[in-house]
């Protein structure tokens, strides 16, 4: 199926959106797409919208955590919404939800980030 992505700046947060498959085929174009959005705009947090991806791996989580990272670095804060019961038990396991904030929807985490939308 392969992987769709979208980007959008609302006031200083970095609104993704992910469908599809999140695996190693699709891994390296989202963190370097991801990454170039990050530094070109003036980013503080990240939300992370899940609600159409239906499979995930070890390399989007690889993926998620280095961005989880990089927003640290810029004194923000990473959170997700709408995750399926799925891709929440691989949050979960991988031990994710520990540092990761998830929201229930979009509209939901925007209003917690300070963002009126």
């Known amino acids: 199926m392969g992987l769709s992505y979208s980007f959008t700046v609302k006031e200083n947060v970095l609104v993704v959106r992910l469908a599809g498959e999140l695996d190693h ?4 174009n989202l963190r370097e797409t991801w990454k170039e959005k990050l530094y070109t705009q ?3 947090h990240v939300l992370l919208n899940m609600e159409a991806v239906t499979f995930m791996d070890s390399s989007g989580l690889g993926v998620i955590l280095g961005r989880y ?5 810029l004194g923000g804060e990473f959170v997700v919404c ?5 891709i929440g038990k691989i949050f979960e396991m991988s031990g994710l939800f520990k540092i990761i904030r998830q929201e229930e929807n979009e509209l939901k985490a925007l209003m917690t980030l300070g963002v009126a939308s």
């Open 69 to 73: 990272k990089e927003v640290l670095q």
């Open 25 to 28: 085929h699709e891994a390296e």
């Open 42 to 44: 003036p980013i503080k």
């Open 82 to 86: 709408s995750v399926s019961p799925m």
